[in-house]
């Protein structure tokens, strides 16, 4: 059974900062990795899709890593700011309907 | 394109009501899931549908029922509600392509208390 672990559970950081989440899972034989923003009382917004043949995928100041082998990914965040303040999710997808196996999360909080 | 919705946005239900969550999704999408997230924790896989008629159970699917008449619509049916059942429900939906490829996109939630 396919196991998705954040750490840490929750971070910290001043304004400007650059910094790293972390993800790992247990199965390697996934199909892609996604990472989701979630904002306190809301739902989930899609960050990135890294599909298994992909080591990165960007998307403005966000670039997210997979390694397959190792059983990770990471997700960079540069120049961070408050509005990045979320929680971050990682999921793969697994079974026949690519159902997604979630980690608990990381509470980021950017403080100005 | 609305992308996926669901209603009600909140509800209060006493123990051993029942409520139906609706879950709508205008992207064509074939596969439809349904999770719920208990606070400070992921989302856990209710049940799930690979296409209109046929539907699964995922890993917590206990106390729940779905249907799936219409490729549109995944409604999810709590006959007995027990304090357990308390969470956010998020409704989601996927059309896979090819073997990789399974971008799912999610719904703004019903967050239920059960009292």
């Known amino acids: 059974k396919q196991e998705v672990t954040q750490i840490p559970a929750a971070l910290s950081v001043p304004e400007g900062e650059n910094l790293v989440l972390n993800c790992s899972f247990t199965d390697s034989a996934i199909y892609n990795l996604q990472w989701f923003r979630q904002d306190p009382g809301k739902g989930l917004t899609s960050l990135l899709l890294?599909?298994?043949?992909?080591r990165e995928q960007t998307s403005g100041r966000l670039n997210a890593s997979l390694d397959k082998s190792s059983g990770r990914s990471t997700l960079y965040i540069a120049a961070s700011q408050p509005g990045d303040s979320a929680t971050y999710l990682c999921?793969?997808?697994?079974?026949?309907?690519?159902?997604?196996?979630f980690g608990s999360g990381t509470q980021l909080t950017v403080l100005p | 394109n609305a992308g996926v919705t669901q209603t009600p946005k909140f509800r209060i239900l006493k123990i051993g009501q029942s409520m139906t969550l609706q879950c709508t999704q205008d992207?064509?999408?074939?596969?439809m899931y349904w999770y719920r997230q208990d606070p400070g924790m992921g989302l856990k896989l209710i049940y799930y549908?690979?296409?209109?008629?046929?539907?699964d159970k995922g890993e917590v699917p206990n106390g729940y029922n779905v249907s799936r008449s219409t490729t549109e619509d995944f409604p999810l049916r709590l006959e007995l509600a027990a304090p357990s059942q308390t969470s956010v429900y998020f409704c989601a939906s996927s059309y896979p392509t090819s073997g990789t490829d399974n971008e799912q996109f999610f719904g703004p939630g019903t967050r239920l208390t059960v009292l």
């Open positions: 549908s690979v296409g209109a008629g046929i539907t």
């Open positions: 992207m064509n999408h074939n596969y």
């Open positions: 999921a793969v997808p697994s079974g026949s309907a690519r159902q997604l196996t």
């Open positions: 890294i599909q298994s043949s992909q």
